[in-house]
């Protein structure tokens, strides 16, 4: 089994719907962290959280640490906003602990 | 914004050669990290470097791997004997003390090739 679940693995939007992507761990977790990763491969870090909620711009990261899930939301999706979105954590150590993405594509 | 640069973006070798793969992190982080994607799979860690030396690494990371800071700028990935399984995307990140907000943050990686 996987430590790090992620539901849906692909989502299609049309622009400007509000999108939720859900994240499950099964250990320990000292932080969660989301990422975007684009065609091109490169990653880019969007949260690290280890409780609550964080806001940047039209994206909501919350966690749940009792229920041991998370969610990204994006509010008002664009196209730009097309990317495999990973969700990873770190127990004990700094390593992460990536789950296997999910690959959104946002139409116009 | 400062960014973790790595070179050179794609590499292609044949199999059984060394290959040095180089990252130059942020200046003021001290966590060092790399990572590898085959293509399809998800991301995996490989190994942590702090404090001039290596705090994990996982099983993948065998006598085959080795890393360096050989400058106090860049950090190395080296790979002595390259294998077909080898191909891969690898991912150079780095983290201040603390994690700061984002925590990682992740150089635009390099693709290995081995034929």
């Known amino acids: 089994k996987n430590e790090v679940e992620q539901s849906p693995q692909n989502l299609t939007a049309q622009e400007g719907e509000f999108i939720t992507i859900n994240c499950s761990y099964s250990?320990?977790?000292?932080?969660l962290h989301w990422l975007q990763q684009h065609p091109g491969g490169g990653i880019v870090s969007l949260f690290m959280l280890s409780s609550g909620k964080k806001k940047h711009g039209r994206l909501i990261a919350t966690i749940n640490i009792q229920e041991k899930h998370s969610s990204l939301h994006i509010t008002a999706s664009h196209p730009r906003d097309s990317a495999v979105y990973i969700c990873?954590?770190?127990?004990?150590?700094?390593?992460?602990?990536f789950g296997t993405g999910t690959r959104l594509q946002v139409f116009p | 914004e400062p960014e973790v640069t790595q070179t050179p973006s794609h590499q292609v070798t044949q199999m059984g050669q060394e290959v040095i793969l180089r990252c130059v992190p942020i200046?003021?982080?001290?966590?060092f990290y790399w990572y590898r994607q085959i293509l399809g799979q998800k991301v995996e860690f490989l190994v942590s470097?702090?404090?001039?030396?290596?705090?994990?690494k996982s099983e993948i990371f065998d006598d085959q791997f080795s890393v360096e800071r050989p400058d106090g700028s860049n950090f190395t990935l080296k790979i002595r004997s390259t294998k077909l399984e080898d191909s891969a995307m690898y991912f150079c990140?780095?983290?201040?003390?603390?994690?700061?907000?984002?925590?990682?943050?992740f150089g635009s990686g390099t693709r290995l090739t081995v034929v």
């Open positions: 200046s003021n982080h001290l966590y």
């Open positions: 470097f702090y404090n001039n030396e290596i705090s994990e």
């Open positions: 990140a780095s983290m201040p003390r603390g994690g700061g907000y984002y925590g990682y943050t």
């Open positions: 250990v320990g977790i000292s932080a």
């Open positions: 990873a954590v770190s127990g004990n150590t700094d390593k992460l602990i």
